[in-house]
Every structure is written in C-alpha cells, then in structure tokens.
C-alpha cells in the first residue's frame, strides 16, 4: 500500500461509486471554508437548511455560515439538543415540521453539521420531506468522518433498540473538514479511531500497519490525520459501491459491532459509561478472541489488535466499562436480538487473522455464552 | 387500441417495469382468496404484517387472513381508524413502534388492505422500519386500485399539507381484487372513476371512447370493470416506468389535480362536502375549460369532458360542492403553494384536446385568477 503524504491545505477526494446517486467525499484542513462555493457549485441559488446540535453550533457553525453567505447562498439553522436522544421520533417530526413551516422547495438543500447523530437524524428528515430533498454531510466527529457520513444509512431510534427506522439515503456531497476534529473531545476522536482501525482489520491489513506506526500523528491532527480519513472514507466507499443495501458484504462493517451493540444496550446507552466506538473497541477484541478461540485466528493477532487499541487508549475489555453490566444471559438475549440476526441463526463477523475477517452464519449461541463467561464479562 | 373481453375469474397482469425494484400489479374478480399463495410464492415462509382500516376489516380481513392461513402463513394486524386523519405522525410513529414490538423480521412483509390512505401510511411505515421491509399493496377502492397502490408514493399528511412527509417506495407486488369494489359505496367509486377517465384525457382519447361506451358497464361491476382497472395501470405503469421519481412526465398525473388539491384544501379536507377524486374531477373540468379559454383546446373537448363526468354523477363546477368555498384571492394562494410550483413559477397541466395534455411552466397566476373569477367558483 502506498499512501501519498497529504500536507495541510491539501485536500482529498473519494467517489463513492453509486451511479446516478454517486457522490464526492473531500476531505481536508479547514473546508467549512469553502463549504459555501462547493455546495452552490452543485446547487446553485439553492436555500440551505443547517441541521446541527448546540454544541456543533457553537463552535462551527459561524464559520459554516459565513462560507455560505460568501457563496451568496441563503440559510436557515435548525439545532437540536447534543446526543443520542435527538435521534428519536418526537425530534423527527419536529423537524419536517420546522423545514415545511420555513418553505423550503425541493431543490433546496439539507446540510447536516455535527456528527453522527446530526448525520442520521438530519439525513432521514432530508430524505422525507417533500419525498426527499438533497442533503449534505459535513461531519464533525472522526467517527463522522471516516464511517457514518458515508454510505447513506440515515435513522432514529426507538424503544426497541438503536437505528430501527430509517432509510437509505445517500447524500449529494459530503465536506469532512479533519481541522474541526481539533475540538473534538480526546475521548471521542479515540472513539471514532475504533472505526478507522476496523477498516484494517476487516481487509488491509497493510493499513493496519500503518496506523501501529503513525497513531500518534494521527491524534496529533498531522497529515496522517487527512490520510487516515480518506483512506477510511476509501474502505467504506468500495464496500457501499459493492452492496448499497447490505445484501452481503456491507456486513464486515459490523466488525465487532454485534458485541459492541450488546455492551451499548448492557449499559442502557449512557454514553457517560459507553459511546458507541468504545463498544465497537471491546467488541473487535472480543471478536478476534472468539475467532483465536475457535482456531480460526492466530493467537498473536487478537493480541495484536487488543495492545493496538490500548495504547491508543481505548477499552479493550468489558471490565473496562465503569458500572455493572447486566449478566451474560441477559447479554446473550441482546445479541439475538441485534439487527443482523436472520431467522433465529446467529450471524458474526469472525476472522482468520488481521485484515482477514469474514461473515459467518449460523455461528452457536451457545459458543458464543461460554467464550463470553470464560471472558468474565457481564457480572 | 383493442381491448381484450375478460371474463370473470380471469386475471390480467401488469408489469412495472423498474428493474430490479419492478413488479406485477395482479388485477381481478376474487383475487383475495389467492393472496396467501400469491404472497408465499414471493416470500416463503414471511409473517405478514396486515395494516388496514377498520371498515376495510370488517368487510376484507376475514377473507384476506384465510387466504393467509390456507398458505401456510403467519400474519398480524394492525387496524387504524378508516379516514384521511390515520395519514398522521402520530399513527406512522404508532404504527412503527407496533411493528417492531411484534418481532418481524426483515424478510417479513408488509401488506396494506385498504384504499389510499392505508396504502401510502403502510408504504411509508414499511419503507422505514429496520430501514425498509418488502411490502405488498392490496387496494380496496377504486382510486386505489387505478392511482395509489401502483408508482411507489408513500406518505403522510402534516398541517402544512398533504402528503408533504414520505418516501417512494415501490411494493414487491400488487393485487387488486375487483370483487371487493363490490362493497364500496358509489359515491367513493365515482371518486375513482374521475382517475380512470385521467388516464384516457392525458393522452388516450381512445380510452375515453371506450370510457364513453362502456361507463355504465364498469359502474355495474361487469368484466369491463377489471379491463378500466388493468388499462389504467398499465397507463400509470408506463408513466411510473418513463419517470419514476418525478423528474418529467410522471407530472402529467397531475392532470385536474393542481384546481383539485386547491379545492380540497378549500374545504379544509373535509370529506363530506368533496374527497379527492370528486376535487380531480371538477380540477379535470377546469384544466379543459382553462385550455379552451387559452385557444389551446376545442371548446367540445372541454365541453364532452364535462359531460362525461357528470353522467356518471361526478360534480364538475365548483358551485356543486356544498358550503362555502374561500375567495378566488385564497385558492390562488393554495395554487400558489401546491407541491408543483418551481421557484415561484406557475406549472399546470393543460391540454390541447382530448388525449393531449402537456406540462406548461411559467402560467400567468393573473390568467388563472381571471378565468376562476369567470367560473364564478368560490365566492
Ligand atoms: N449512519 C451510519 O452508517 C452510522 C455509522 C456509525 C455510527 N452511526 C451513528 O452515529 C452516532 C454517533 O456519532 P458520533 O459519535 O459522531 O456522535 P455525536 O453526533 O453525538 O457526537 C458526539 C459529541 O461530540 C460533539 N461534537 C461533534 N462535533 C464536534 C466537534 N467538532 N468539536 C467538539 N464537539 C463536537 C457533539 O455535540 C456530541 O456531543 C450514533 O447515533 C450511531 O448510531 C451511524
Ligand atoms: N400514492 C399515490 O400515488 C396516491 C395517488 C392518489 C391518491 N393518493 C391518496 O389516496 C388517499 C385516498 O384514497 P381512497 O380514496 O382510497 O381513500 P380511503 O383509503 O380513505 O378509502 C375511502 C373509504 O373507503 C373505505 N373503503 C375502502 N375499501 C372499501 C371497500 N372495498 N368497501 C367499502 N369501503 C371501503 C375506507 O374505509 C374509507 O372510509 C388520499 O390520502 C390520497 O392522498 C395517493
Ligand atoms: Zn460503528
Ligand atoms: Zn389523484
């Protein structure tokens, strides 16, 4: 793998190759800047409608602004309250309702400013009103950046559980400015460096290495910042350009996601004790240890990865989860009901060493409880 | 244009032709008694989920559920209230949160029983739930079976609008038995009716010749019947396949339906003075006269629209709908506001006769005002 040095200023672009609904992400240092010129180049004179959280607000969202007006593109803000909750029906509703009340036509644009909650709420609002307006990820959060801006899975959540309603909707553009990560919280860029290190372990192993020797200028917000986006943005893309809807292999996304979910929903999705990718931490290691386990995966890789995502600082253990999760058959219970469940047959992403994961069906509920006792997790 | 005879028991079927999300409309007397098998060819082994309307219940469901059973498959129902008002949030959200508590699964299938508005409420709540469920029209008015099971809109109404909030959706498979428009009252298959004549004055005027003849036959339930059903799906079905998402010529459906909404809107919905296809019918007698008056359509093609839908009992002036209308100033502001209105431009469907309507950007809003105020509607 040869990754090209990326310098400040530089900005990267990644086509996700969907037809007709194909689309750009670009990916540098400071592009908010430029936001207004790159969405007026695609729809010119078109109203923009922000969608953001307060915190996003805060901090981004006059500069966002300002490059719309210098653009001479109209806007209107329409915030919501930071975290997960925003993403719920009553949020929703009153959302399409404020985006009617202010007339927007349909060749007006939704703008989604803030990280994945914006992302998903922002993109299944755009997606419904008026039958679909077109919409624009700006991701502010690295797990933003490099995974849920990209792909079109847009939703809410309900009391069944986490992305139950939604749609596939793919975005017109998407504008990852990597300098906003800069006031991002260490403990969410870790979060979303969960995401980044999946993409080497699902199949580029390459990548893999290359993140154990430039981590560090990863969080440092050096070049490797940008190359590490849009070579994750580049995973991504080919996987949602290969199966849009998830028929197949869109599911080795899921890596380490269905222990992940199950430890999310354990901690009643109090992202004080858990956000998203520290469950998707704990779950990789659990996933390549369940693999080590079943002999399909060598000993030294589930280590490998598990020292990696320590030293970046993540959890890698469920005894690294503060509190008391609930017990292994309760667990067990969440991992049947997890989404990629088919017809009562457990499914998991399992793998056969580093950037060699697969898609197993069928995988024994039981196997899977007494590798999770053995792990002494859940009491 | 020949129409083939159809004899009872007989089934016609009409192919959307959308590639790999195309399917078959089934048209015919009895059909409901096929549905399970029907069903089960496309989803072996699927639970369904039964959205319907409690008149629809009453009536349909019992037949519907046996059909269900004799093939071997599980279903649910999930009854509203019959009317305009179950197209809400409030019964979309409901409706979700009721689908997910009962476990389907993402192979299960949605079936909407009933007329339009159980068809675009299930359509949208299908389309959303775990991101998209197949799902299965079986229209039981008129309009439904001719207009809104087949083209993929779904939705829900706000207080902005109708049908302001939704997805295309396009369902697996359509079956429009036209035994079961035996139980609907005439009133709401005249209503139907005025779509069906749509399809000949768009640009079949040997259909509406053929409408002219055999009106009475199809009023009477006779094999015409299932020939008017079929001929305007495969009309409807050939727009859908031209233009799915309403780029272009799928805007044609909307002849009668720009006065129609606004007369609609004029008597606050309310479906005892006017339901929608009686608001299409007086819209299509307008869109005609407005031509003529233009110099753009004979007279006598304008003058023979209007006799047509009123000897089958269809109001076409204004002055035959009950109560007060608003003023000419506020219909024009609901003209002004309706979905088809492009960055202030009026766009209309008019007409150069029978059989040759076409979509017209840019009308004068004075010459509509003028020829309103020379319909003497609304005051
Ligand atoms: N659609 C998909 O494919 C997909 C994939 C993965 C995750 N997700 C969803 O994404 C969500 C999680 O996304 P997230 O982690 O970005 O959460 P988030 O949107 O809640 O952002 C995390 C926190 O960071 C704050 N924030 C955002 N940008 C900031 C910035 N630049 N500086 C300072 N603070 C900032 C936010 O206000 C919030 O408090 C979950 O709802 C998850 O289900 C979706
Ligand atoms: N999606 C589209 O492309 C599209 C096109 C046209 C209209 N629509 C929508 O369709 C709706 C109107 O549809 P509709 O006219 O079928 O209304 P509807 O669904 O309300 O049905 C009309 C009435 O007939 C009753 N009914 C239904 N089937 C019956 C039967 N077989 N016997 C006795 N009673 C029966 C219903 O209970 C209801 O009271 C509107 O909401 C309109 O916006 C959608
Ligand atoms: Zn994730
Ligand atoms: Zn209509």
Redesign the interface.
């Known amino acids: 793998m040869t990754l090209s040095p990326a310098e400040t200023g530089a900005r990267r672009t990644v086509r996700v190759d969907l037809g007709a609904r194909g689309y750009d992400i670009v990916i540098g240092d400071g592009l908010i800047s430029e936001a207004g010129a790159r969405i007026a180049a695609l729809f010119p004179r078109a109203r923009v409608a922000i969608i953001t959280d307060e915190t996003v607000a805060e901090l981004h969202l006059p500069a966002f602004k300002a490059a719309l007006e210098a653009a001479g593109l109209d806007h209107e803000t329409f915030p919501v309250k930071p975290g997960e909750a925003s993403k719920s029906?009553p949020i929703f509703?009153d959302l399409?309702?404020r985006l009617?009340?202010s007339r927007l036509?349909?060749?007006d644009v939704v703008a989604a400013l803030g990280g994945g909650v914006i992302g998903d709420l922002a993109g299944f609002v755009a997606?419904?009103?008026?039958?679909?307006m077109p919409f624009v990820q700006v991701p502010t959060t690295l797990l933003a950046q490099v995974d849920s801006s990209v792909g079109g899975?847009t939703?809410i959540n309900?009391?069944?559980?986490k992305?139950?309603?939604?749609?596939?909707n793919q975005p017109a553009l998407v504008l990852a400015d990597t300098a906003v990560l800069d006031t991002l919280s260490p403990r969410e860029f870790r979060a979303g460096y969960a995401e980044v290190a999946k993409y080497g372990l699902i199949d580029d192993p390459d990548f893999f290495v290359w993140l154990e020797e430039n981590w560090a200028g990863i969080f440092e917000g050096a070049p490797a910042r940008i190359e590490a986006v849009a070579h994750s943005c580049e995973a991504k893309a080919r996987v949602v350009a290969a199966d849009e809807?998830e028929g197949g292999v869109r599911a080795l996304l899921n890596l380490g996601h269905t222990f992940g979910h199950a430890l999310e929903r354990g901690v009643g999705y109090d992202g004080a004790l858990l956000v998203h990718g520290e469950g998707v931490s704990i779950g990789t290691v659990l996933a390549h240890r369940f693999s080590a386990e079943m002999g399909l995966c060598p000993a030294e890789d589930a280590e490998r990865v598990e020292r990696h995502l320590a030293i970046v600082g993540l959890p890698t253990h469920m005894s690294d989860i503060p509190g008391q999760l609930p017990g292994i058959p309760e667990l067990m219970r969440y991992i049947a009901q997890d989404?990629k469940?088919?017809?009562g047959a457990l499914t998991f992403i399992l793998t056969r060493g580093i950037g060699r994961s697969f898609i197993e069906k069928g995988v024994d509920p039981a196997a899977v409880e007494g590798f999770l006792e053995r792990s002494g997790g859940g009491v």
């Open positions: 029906f509703e399409c309702d009617l009340a036509e349909r060749g997606g419904v009103v008026r039958r679909g899975k939703g309900t009391r069944h559980g992305n139950l309603v939604g749609i596939f809807r989404k469940v088919s017809r």
